[in-house]
């Protein structure tokens, strides 16, 4: 079956940097989306990783490995806004993006 | 980014009723719309994926006739709860997918049944 693993939950501190992992399992890989998320609201596109390696846009920087299955979200200086669900998707061999539960993290002052 | 609007917003209605939720991409083309439905606390579900000019293909477990999906251009698609009972009330999202595999989403309807 197919499968998209990250953490529940995650709590940080205002200006410091998370790292939040995402594990998957399915059948063909066509890249890889992470989406945030706030409650209440449908996702926004945060990035699109096909090829290994990071990815850095701003604050937020995206990592994949293929071989392991395996990506994360990095992000940096966090600020109380960035409270909000983020969810890993894998777009497999039919073009359909499966997903994972969402991790909610919390920013604590 | 591209951007795709929806339409309702928020939509009370009564059991038994049936309330139409369009999604529009505004500055570009879509061949392929998707519709989601997300409970509380819960992932986004997929419910079907709709193709321009042709029928909508449904997951498991989606009612298609109580579902309607009518993706009648490349900018347009419709969702249509037919018979709406408290049960379908639920977030529901759509999204268009560009060439390069990106999907962007909706704002989302929140749809209550009373």
């Known amino acids: 079956g197919q499968n998209i693993d990250q953490p529940t939950e995650m709590t940080a501190t205002e200006g410091a940097i998370v790292q939040i992992n995402c594990t998957y399992q399915t059948s063909g890989f066509n890249g890889l989306f992470w989406y945030q998320q706030h409650a209440g609201e449908a996702p926004t596109f945060l990035s699109y990783n096909v090829l290994d390696g990071l990815e850095e846009k701003g604050r937020f920087s995206s990592f994949l490995s293929r071989s392991k299955g395996y990506s994360y979200l990095l992000l940096k200086e966090l600020q109380m806004k960035d409270s909000a669900s983020y969810l890993c998707?894998?777009?497999?061999?039919?073009?359909?993006?499966?997903w994972g539960a969402g991790t909610k993290l919390i920013i604590k002052p | 980014g591209a951007v795709v609007s929806q339409h309702p917003s928020r939509v009370i209605c009564k059991s038994g009723t049936s309330v139409k939720i369009e999604c529009r991409s505004l500055d570009f083309q879509a061949t392929t719309m998707f519709w989601y439905r997300q409970f509380p606390k819960q992932s986004l579900m997929l419910m079907a994926t709709s193709n321009e000019g042709s029928k909508a293909t449904y997951e498991q477990g989606v009612e298609k006739d109580k579902f309607l999906i009518n993706h009648a251009s490349l900018t347009l698609s419709t969702l249509t709860v037919t018979s709406a009972h408290p049960e379908d009330s639920s977030f529901y999202i759509c999204?268009?997918?560009?060439?390069?595999?990106?999907?962007?989403f909706g704002p989302g309807t929140r749809l209550t049944v009373l």
């Open positions: 999204s268009a997918r560009l060439a390069d595999n990106e999907q962007f």
């Open positions: 998707a894998v777009m497999d061999s039919n073009y359909q993006l499966i």
